[in-house]
């Protein structure tokens, strides 16, 4: 009998490594996961209140640095309640010449939000020191439900303005197609589609254990699709809201910078 039951016990352990086994490779990391309300993310990540540096990685390779940092408060001149979320950083290419890496890139970017996370405008620049390049754009919440966002943009090239749009004072002048000609100086990727009013994004945020590198830690995962295939982005916050982890359908991800694999470091992306 306890022959019989020891032989039991050993099938019942060796099913169950290789159940858990099949879960841990297999499973998709969302699934292993408990889904939650996505505002308790928010929540976590606007009451971090600071700022973390991670490195920007193109298909294994570094590209340059992110800098992520969410906060909230009142607003000096509104006196209203108000979430924050400032982005920014650099794109590189390895010169061999002088076997260092060129900053071809300089960009910004910071949304404000309500307390229940309605859009009260941004801001968005660009600077491309190759081409003595700077582009900005800025955008204000709609006011009213179906009205579009006031839209500012503008262009200087060698110390010259070439281009400059105000939505306010353009009468009868689509945004969108405003926001394509400001995309197409410096090749400016996906700007040109861009509609702050017409983007739909759906979220999906779970909470558990995941493997981050290399590490088995809590953490969030946040999920934001867009209406096209091709527009997910994938963000792994710890459990005081400090990004780990931002993945892209484009190839890109952003990783903080104790969490990046030393393998990024030792191929150099070619010169653009």
């Given at each position: 009998?306890?022959?019989?039951?020891f032989?039991?016990?050993?099938?019942?352990f060796w099913l169950?490594?290789?159940?858990?086994l099949?879960?841990?490779v297999w499973a998709?990391p969302?699934?292993?996961?408990?889904?939650?309300?996505?505002r308790e993310?928010?929540r976590?990540?606007f009451?971090w209140?600071?700022?973390?540096?991670m490195t920007?990685?193109?298909n294994?390779?570094?590209r340059g640095?992110?800098?992520?940092?969410?906060?909230?408060?009142?607003?000096a001149?509104?006196?209203?309640?108000?979430?924050?979320l400032?982005?920014?950083?650099?794109?590189?290419?390895?010169?061999?010449?002088?076997?260092s890496?060129l900053?071809?890139?300089?960009?910004?970017g910071?949304?404000a939000?309500?307390g229940?996370m309605?859009s009260?405008?941004g801001?968005?620049?660009?600077r491309?020191p190759?081409?003595e390049?700077t582009?900005h754009?800025?955008?204000?919440?709609?006011?009213?439900e179906g009205?579009?966002?006031?839209?500012?943009?503008?262009?200087?090239?060698?110390?010259?303005?070439?281009?400059?749009?105000d939505s306010?004072?353009?009468?009868?002048?689509?945004p969108?197609?405003?926001?394509?000609?400001?995309?197409?100086?410096?090749?400016?990727?996906?700007l040109?589609?861009?509609?702050?009013?017409?983007?739909k994004?759906t979220?999906e945020?779970?909470?558990?254990?995941?493997s981050?590198?290399?590490r088995?830690?809590r953490?969030?995962?946040?999920?934001l699709?867009?209406?096209d295939p091709?527009q997910?982005?994938r963000?792994?916050?710890?459990?005081?809201g400090e990004?780990?982890?931002?993945e892209?359908?484009?190839?890109?991800?952003?990783?903080?910078?104790?969490?990046?694999?030393?393998?990024?470091?030792k191929?150099q992306p070619?010169?653009?």
């Amino acid at each position: 009998m306890p022959v019989r039951l020891f032989t039991i016990a050993i099938v019942l352990f060796w099913l169950g490594s290789v159940a858990w086994l099949c879960a841990v490779v297999w499973a998709p990391p969302g699934s292993r996961m408990t889904k939650i309300d996505p505002r308790e993310v928010y929540r976590v990540f606007f009451e971090w209140n600071e700022s973390t540096k991670m490195t920007l990685i193109e298909n294994g390779v570094r590209r340059g640095e992110v800098t992520v940092q969410g906060g909230s408060g009142i607003e000096a001149e509104s006196g209203e309640f108000e979430r924050t979320l400032s982005v920014s950083g650099t794109i590189e290419s390895y010169d061999e010449r002088s076997a260092s890496s060129l900053v071809n890139l300089f960009w910004k970017g910071t949304l404000a939000f309500t307390g229940t996370m309605e859009s009260r405008g941004g801001e968005f620049a660009v600077r491309i020191p190759g081409k003595e390049l700077t582009a900005h754009l800025s955008f204000g919440g709609a006011v009213t439900e179906g009205e579009k966002p006031a839209i500012r943009a503008n262009v200087v090239m060698a110390e010259r303005e070439v281009f400059s749009f105000d939505s306010s004072a353009s009468k009868g002048v689509d945004p969108s197609s405003a926001l394509a000609m400001l995309g197409s100086f410096g090749s400016i990727p996906g700007l040109g589609s861009l509609d702050p009013s017409a983007m739909k994004i759906t979220t999906e945020a779970r909470t558990g254990s995941f493997s981050l590198g290399g590490r088995e830690m809590r953490a969030f995962l946040l999920t934001l699709r867009g209406a096209d295939p091709g527009q997910e982005v994938r963000i792994y916050l710890s459990e005081v809201g400090e990004p780990l982890r931002i993945e892209t359908d484009l190839g890109f991800e952003a990783i903080s910078e104790i969490l990046v694999p030393l393998e990024a470091y030792k191929r150099q992306p070619d010169a653009n």
